[in-house]
């Protein structure tokens, strides 16, 4: 390749960067939640993206490489990657219709629609709404944006573990990284992020809440499977099969992935504590992976020797989310406790 074209290519990379949707987001220590761990703890603030959360990384990445040309892009999701769909869509100009199940708050709907997406609501959970989606995808002509299982989303995705390797500075690594896992798609990101920055040995630690837990059950049985049914109340972690990616770091020796379940009560009382502690609303599909550090089990990983009781500094990836307000709130608390 000539020297032009080379600087070329190089101008156009940059112009791609510089244009993309998703912040670089704050990393901040938490003293709260460094007490009940033992370590420092940082708070990868993906909340506060655009469209609320992480979702925009990978989506808005998509989204650019695939619907550029695009008549209307079209995803089904639990709520946060419609969110990122729509928010997207709108900035390029282009029609966004958003499948949700109507297991999906009102809220969200209501949100949806304030960014200019069409919404509709077709199915029970998330499985049947991409079923709808593909179909439009098909017969009308559209984009299809899938919410978890595309390279491109996990490329993207693995930004933010780029700009955690930036904010710590040279010589300081996590100790492990927390995630909330629904189809997977931020546990493949995280994956490839941790491989982009050579921090292959620091161990991902994958929550789901027990009935939505298509990744534990994987792991468990060693091969993908498909859950009956979503039973727990954080929709956005509902789908039922994980993508087989994510399945696949479970088992590759380059990474290890631990797999963790916590009930729907102890995410919500997760979120009520983060709330309380860290002034910050996120959904039950985050409070997964915060009732990792809530509810004791880094302390429990570190006893059965699965985490060093020396812990270098825990990560917990904050996959912020839309799909809550304080009615929401009151309602899931409502209903968990009857
Ligand atoms: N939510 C997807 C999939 O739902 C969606 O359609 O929005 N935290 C939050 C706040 C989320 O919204 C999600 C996914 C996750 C974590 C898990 O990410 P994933 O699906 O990439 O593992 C069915």
Not at 171 to 191: N, Q, T, Y
Not at 273 to 291: I, S
Request: with cysteine.
């Amino acid at each position: 390749m000539c020297t032009f074209q080379l600087h070329l290519e190089a101008a156009l990379a940059r112009r791609t960067m510089a244009e993309h949707f998703h912040l670089n987001t704050p990393l901040l220590e938490t003293v709260s939640m460094s007490k009940r761990v033992g370590t420092t703890v940082y708070l990868k603030m993906e909340n506060s993206q655009p469209s609320g959360s992480f979702k925009i990384r990978g989506i808005g990445h998509l989204c650019q490489q695939l619907a550029r040309q695009s008549k209307g892009v079209v995803c089904a999701s639990g709520g946060n990657a419609g969110m990122a769909a729509a928010y997207t869509a709108r900035k390029m100009g282009v029609p966004a219709t958003i499948v949700v199940p109507s297991s999906s708050p009102q809220l969200v709907v209501q949100r949806l629609r304030d960014e200019g997406a069409t919404v509709k609501i077709i199915g029970k959970v998330w499985d049947d709404a991409n079923a709808e989606a593909l179909r439009l995808a098909e017969t009308e002509g559209l984009t299809f944006v899938p919410p978890f299982d595309h390279p491109l989303l996990w490329q993207g995705h693995a930004s933010m573990i780029t700009e955690v390797a930036d904010s710590l500075g040279p010589g300081v690594k996590p100790g492990a990284v927390l995630v909330s896992v629904g189809g997977g798609g931020l546990l493949c990101g995280v994956a490839q992020g941790l491989k982009d920055v050579g921090w292959t040995d620091v161990p991902i630690i994958a929550m789901e809440t027990v009935g939505a837990h298509c990744f534990n059950a994987a792991v468990k049985a060693g091969r993908v499977v498909t859950l009956d049914d979503i039973t727990s109340e954080a929709k956005c972690l509902g789908a039922k099969t994980v993508c087989r990616k994510a399945f696949e770091y479970s088992q590759c020796s380059e990474l290890t992935v631990i797999s963790e379940l916590v009930t729907d009560q102890q995410a919500l009382q997760a979120v009520e504590t983060f709330l309380d502690e860290e002034r910050v609303l996120v959904e039950m599909a985050c409070g997964a992976a915060l009732a990792a550090v809530y509810s004791g089990f880094i302390r429990r990983l570190q006893d059965e020797g699965q985490l060093p009781t020396l812990l270098g500094p825990l990560l917990v990836i904050v996959c912020g989310g839309s799909s809550v307000d304080m009615k929401q709130l009151a309602h899931l608390k409502h209903k968990l406790q009857t």
